[in-house]
């Protein structure tokens, strides 16, 4: 047996940092699952950093693979008998650049580590590998965190919110990046309708990270649109993604209407949740996060079932519950379309 040390990320706010270990702790735990390799993940302190401990057999290329998406990882070392630290693996390259979840801030922004870490729990929920060609839809995207986070796994993104004035931010920004790196991309309005009156305009980038491979076709796609969550299906008639990410109105600051409390919540996850499972290929999984000040997990979870969703329990998948700052403690639901 083998014993390996993962170096964590830092959170510059120390509750929050505290909060998180033990979503680093599942996260771990999931990943190495895909890769079928069952260890006991354990939280340790080490030179006043915060470590993830773990004894297995050596971890294959595919196992490395997979560890390497970590959200929280920084630095993975197999730890020699003499206690000598020998780094295997920091994450995964970014198909772009790694700052392209960064750059843009506003109030009301997902966490990007949090976004990936839900990515991963879904991956790791789904039948799909890591090394397939996912498409990874949000559809209440805000300004684009999950999207600008699955296109840098090398993956395709659809990202949706009812908000016009976040969509089309997120789409400046994405082309101003693009052009500020030099990344060969072409641009396509598309107007669509449904029952005779426009439903939304799609905005999509095709783009390589190099002119030798988007000339070869072998390209990446994020589609946008400003549209409610529910109307998706007007769109898309049929599975379009594998992975559905969201983090789902607060109810304190995002509320549907702008107001403090959003007591509809319920209500637009109960109309919007059949229309996504039918947007899932099958073997697909959905994360979604949501503060339980005002959606019950139960009911989430409850929710999922209703229609015709597996949700996923186990170790990697429970006690995820965690603060995030006042009035806003954070859970996450994750289930998979098994038919
Ligand atoms: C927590 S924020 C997501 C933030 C996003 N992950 C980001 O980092 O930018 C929730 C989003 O849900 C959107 N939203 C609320 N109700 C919606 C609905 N019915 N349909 C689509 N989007 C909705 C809000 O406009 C808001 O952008």
């Given at each position: 047996m083998m014993k390996y040390c993962a170096l964590l990320r830092p959170h510059a706010n120390s509750r929050y940092q505290a909060e998180t270990l033990k979503l680093a702790r599942a996260e771990l735990t999931a990943l190495l699952e895909k890769g079928e390799c069952r260890a006991d993940v354990r939280c340790e302190k080490r030179a006043g950093c915060d470590w993830l401990s773990f004894e297995a057999e050596a971890l294959t290329a595919d196992q490395r693979t997979l560890a390497a998406l970590?959200?929280?990882?920084y630095l993975l070392f197999q730890e020699a008998e003499d206690g000598a630290m020998v780094p295997l693996l920091g994450q995964k390259e970014a198909y772009?650049?790694?700052d392209l979840p960064l750059v843009l801030k506003y109030k009301g922004k997902t966490n990007e580590t949090f976004t990936s870490f839900m990515m991963n729990l879904a991956l790791c929920a789904?039948?799909?590998?890591?090394g397939e060609m996912l498409t990874v839809l949000d559809?209440?995207?805000?300004?684009g965190t999950t999207a600008f986070i699955a296109l840098n796994r090398g993956w395709n993104a659809l990202a949706f919110d009812q908000d016009a004035a976040a969509v089309e931010e997120a789409e400046k920004y994405f082309k101003k990046y693009l052009e500020y790196h030099r990344v060969k991309h072409t641009f396509i309005e598309k107007s669509m309708t449904a029952n005779g009156k426009q439903a939304a305009k799609l905005r999509s980038f095709q783009f390589a990270k190099t002119p030798e491979l988007f000339k070869a076709g072998d390209t990446r796609a994020l589609t946008m649109g400003a549209l409610p969550?529910?109307?998706?299906g007007q769109i898309y008639k049929k599975p379009c993604c594998q992975l559905i990410v969201s983090d789902l109105?607060?109810?304190?600051?995002?509320?549907p209407g702008g107001g403090?409390?959003?007591?509809s919540l319920e209500d637009m996850l109960y109309e919007a949740l059949p229309v996504w499972v039918d947007l899932l290929h099958t073997g697909g999984a959905m994360a979604l996060s949501f503060n339980v000040n005002t959606l019950k997990p139960e009911m989430v979870r409850g929710m999922m079932a209703e229609v015709g969703l597996d949700v996923v329990d186990g170790a990697a998948y429970e006690g995820l519950e965690h603060w995030v700052e006042q009035a806003i403690t954070r859970d996450v639901a994750v289930a998979v379309r098994r038919f």
């Open positions: 970590g959200a929280h990882l772009l650049e790694s789904s039948n799909y590998g890591a559809p209440m995207c805000g300004r969550a529910a109307n998706l109105p607060y109810g304190v600051q995002h509320a403090r409390k959003a007591p």
